[in-house]
Structures are given as structure tokens and as C-alpha cells.
């Protein structure tokens, strides 16, 4: 988890160092196009696939949705500073917990609410509205995490269906071509560094997924949660070292409210998960 969290931070700085030379959309789908060099392994499994209507329908929504959240977050990059970028993207889980009430029908307990609303307010010390002018890139920011809480939802209903491989590779395609069309409408021709820094994105980017991944087989999420805060101390250090962009302790405050609240509802979830498996026969004795 802490090479996921550098890896993923690497690729906030390398979006950003790409400033505004090339617009979001085009830097997203460049990005993607990279990307699908990775799927090379699973190509003779995404072939043989066949989809129930159903999850075309699934696949397609994702696709959809995660193509503006991707969007939006490649905007916001070239907006704001990196450490406010990375604190917002804690409010991804909470977003989640939201939805899952209305499109799963959970339930929320009383202490989940409470963590919710803890965070949220963590949102409101980063963004404190009224007290500065707000960026259109902490609104974008906003939408990122909301957009990316939907596809994670999608991610959930079919991920006991498909393969996981399948999962990430299906929305790689659905994503790249959902770009093509917005990538079009603003294209410039990017130049040769360009394209190199956007390669080094999809390498760093895959190769967090794939740590991640390692992570959460290795151990409980209630033990790799509390690590991602730590992508928040890279992006504070990398800002003000490389970027100019010095420590906000209101950035760092909020942000360590929503990473408190995340962690507090990733354990009641997994302590309301061992409490519904059935038990083993040695615990059932006394």
C-alpha cells in the first residue's frame, strides 16, 4: 500500500507537469490509448467472453461515468494544488457509502451517518467556502469523487460475476473509447515528451493498481485503509518540493478527517462482515 500510494501520487505530479498544454479530455484518452498495452495479457480471454445483456448494460453505465470522472480529475489537476486533489479523492469511499443506500438499498447505521457527516465537514475545512474563492477545479474535484463512487458501485454488482482482470480491462476499453470523442473535439498535437510523460503515467498508474491489488490479498482492508493516508504526506512533500506549493494545514486537517471517517466505516463494514459469516467448527466450540 505504500508503493500504491507513491505510484498513484507519481501520477497526480506527471498530470500536472503536463500543465495546460494539452487539454484534459485529450490527455485522458492518450493516456487510456497507452493503457491498452497492458491488456495484451488477457486478449484471448476478453475475446472468448460473452456478456449477458445485463452487464453490457453494466459495463456500458461504467463506461460512461468513469469517462467524466476521468475527465473532471485531469482537469482539476491542472487547477489545484496536488495535496488538495489527493484529500478530496478521500471522499470517494464516503460518496460510495451514500449511493450504496440508494441504488443497493443498505443500510446505514447511526455511527455510519455520523462518519459521513464528519466528512463532509472534512470536505468543507479543505474547500471553506466564503472564506476563499473556490476553483473550478475543487468543483470538478467534487464530481470526480461522485462519478468515481458510481463506477466503483458498478465495479462491486459484477465483480462476483467476472474475473477481475476482465473487470479492469473491459473498463480500460470502455473508457478509452468514451474519451475518443471529447479527445477529438478539443485534439492538439501533443509532442514527443508529451506523449512520454503520459506513457509514464499509464506505467505508474498500472503498476499502483497492481500493488493495490497485491495489498488487499496480503491483508485485511481494515489494515491497508489507514496506509493510503500517507498519500496525502507524498503529495503535501512533492507540492511544496517540486511544484511550489506550500503545506495548507486546513488541506491537511480535512483531509485527515476524511481519511479518520473512511477508516472508521471500512472497519464497522468489515467488523458487520465477520459477524454475518457463518463460523468455523472449531470456534463453535467452547
Known amino acids: 500500500m505504500v508503493m500504491t500510494g507513491i505510484c498513484f501520487v507519481a501520477v497526480t505530479a506527471l498530470v500536472k507537469t503536463l500543465g495546460g498544454r494539452i487539454p484534459a479530455a485529450e490527455s485522458a484518452f492518450l493516456r487510456y490509448v497507452i493503457g491498452l498495452v497492458f491488456l495484451i495479457p488477457v486478449w484471448r480471454e476478453l475475446m472468448a467472453i460473452r456478456l449477458t445483456p445485463r452487464q453490457k448494460k453494466l459495463f456500458g453505465i461504467r463506461g460512461i461515468v468513469h469517462t467524466?470522472?476521468?475527465?473532471?480529475?485531469?482537469?482539476?489537476?491542472?487547477?489545484?494544488?496536488?495535496?488538495?486533489v489527493t484529500a478530496m479523492n478521500y471522499l470517494n469511499p464516503v460518496y460510495v457509502s451514500i449511493l450504496a443506500v440508494f441504488l443497493l438499498g443498505e443500510r446505514m447505521a447511526l455511527r455510519r451517518v455520523l462518519a459521513v457527516?464528519?466528512?463532509?465537514?472534512?470536505?468543507?475545512?479543505?474547500?471553506?467556502?466564503?472564506?476563499?474563492?473556490?476553483?473550478?477545479?475543487?468543483?470538478a474535484m467534487l464530481g470526480t469523487a461522485l462519478l468515481f463512487?458510481?463506477?466503483?458501485?458498478?465495479?462491486?454488482?459484477?465483480?462476483?460475476?467476472?474475473?477481475?482482470?476482465?473487470?479492469?480491462?473491459?473498463?480500460?476499453?470502455?473508457?478509452?473509447?468514451?474519451?475518443?470523442?471529447?479527445?477529438i473535439a478539443v485534439w492538439v498535437t501533443p509532442s514527443l515528451a508529451d506523449l512520454g510523460v503520459l506513457a509514464a503515467i499509464a506505467c505508474f498508474a498500472t503498476a499502483g493498481h497492481y500493488t493495490m491489488t497485491l495489498a488487499f490479498a496480503a491483508a485485511p482492508v481494515t489494515v491497508t485503509q489507514p496506509v493510503t493516508f500517507l498519500q496525502l504526506v507524498w503529495s503535501v512533500l512533492l507540492g511544496a518540493l517540486f511544484f511550489g506549493e506550500p503545506a495548507d494545514p486546513w488541506v491537511i486537517l480535512g483531509g485527515g478527517i476524511i481519511m479518520a471517517s473512511v477508516i472508521f466505516i471500512t472497519w464497522r463494514e468489515a467488523v458487520l462482515r465477520k459477524s454475518h459469516r457463518t463460523p468455523l467448527v472449531n470456534e463453535t466450540k467452547g
Open 117 to 139: 457527516i464528519a466528512a463532509l465537514i472534512g470536505s468543507l475545512i479543505i474547500l471553506r467556502p466564503g472564506f476563499r474563492e473556490l476553483d473550478p477545479g475543487h468543483i
Open 68 to 84: 467524466l470522472g476521468v475527465i473532471l480529475w485531469f482537469y482539476a489537476m491542472t487547477r489545484i494544488p496536488i495535496a488538495e
Open 149 to 183: 463512487a458510481g463506477s466503483y458501485l458498478i465495479a462491486k454488482i459484477v465483480s462476483g460475476e467476472l474475473p477481475a482482470s476482465l473487470v479492469v480491462a473491459l473498463l480500460s476499453i470502455t473508457v478509452t473509447i468514451g474519451l475518443a470523442p471529447f479527445a
